[in-house]
């Protein structure tokens, strides 16, 4: 199976600032099967990104994706408190379909 | 929009099953991917397995081969879990995910729509 190393394990921030975040496949991923998810503590999983740089419906543009084959980075561009939560990567291309072990974002 | 509405939480003994509904509402069912994902307390993300309800035929991770049953009912637009020989690591919120998308070639696509999840606990 595909493993998804992503980094940092934990980003330490303040609103306002950048984040970048990284997911690294093990193999070669196609980029129309990548997607990046937020989850607050106590909710669902939230859908963020698919096709490594698609934002889903309603997802301001401070996040933006992109990436191809074994290196896909997740941008927050300006940092607002609603942010700070947990991301994870998935790829779907291949089965089975495998997350990333999550980017705690918290605030700094 | 589409809804998903999962059942309630369960409270199961060591080496009984648990089955979780996933019942879907507004919107077309049989051709989106619905998948399960599995979160144990404090920890990431972990794809269990999914269906096609149009295709009928799931698809499990490899860890769940044997254990896991996958099935959804088109008539009642509701997908079920059961998950067999419980044991303490199996405690974990349990949720339920569709396909943001459906190409009608059996692709599974990332999920767009998620259950509120259901809390299985796995205790003696």
């Known amino acids: 199976e595909i493993v998804l190393t992503q980094s940092p394990g934990t980003l330490s921030l303040s609103p306002g600032e950048r984040a970048t975040l990284s997911c690294r496949p093990s193999?070669?991923?196609?980029?129309?099967?990548l997607a990046w998810y937020q989850q607050k503590t106590g909710q669902a999983p939230r859908l963020l990104i698919y096709?490594?740089?698609i934002r889903a419906t309603g997802i301001p543009d401070r996040f933006s994706g992109w990436g191809s084959g074994t290196d896909f980075t997740l941008t927050i561009s300006r940092l607002e408190p609603e942010d700070f939560a947990v991301y994870y990567c998935?790829?779907?291309?291949?089965?089975?379909?495998?997350f990333g072990q999550g980017t705690k974002l918290e605030i700094k | 929009q589409v809804q998903l509405v999962q059942s309630g939480a369960e409270v199961k003994k060591p080496g009984s099953s648990v089955k979780v509904s996933c019942k879907s509402s507004?919107?077309?069912?049989?051709?989106?991917?619905i998948t399960w994902v599995r979160q144990a307390p404090g920890q990431g993300l972990e794809w269990m397995g999914g269906i096609i309800p149009i295709f009928g035929t799931p698809n499990y991770a490899q860890k769940f081969q044997g254990r896991l049953t996958i099935t959804a009912d088109e008539s009642t637009s509701t997908a079920y879990m059961e998950l067999s020989s419980l044991r303490s690591e199996d405690t974990a919120v349990y949720y339920c995910?569709?396909?943001?998308?459906?190409?009608?070639?059996?692709?599974?696509?990332?999920?767009?729509?998620w259950g509120q999840g259901t809390l299985v606990t796995v205790s003696s």
């Open positions: 995910a569709r396909g943001r998308y459906s190409d009608n070639s059996g692709n599974y696509f990332e999920s767009e729509y």
């Open positions: 998935q790829q779907y291309g291949r089965s089975p379909v495998t």
């Open positions: 507004g919107a077309t069912f049989s051709t989106y991917d």
């Open positions: 193999q070669s991923v196609a980029s129309h099967f």
């Open positions: 096709a490594a740089s």
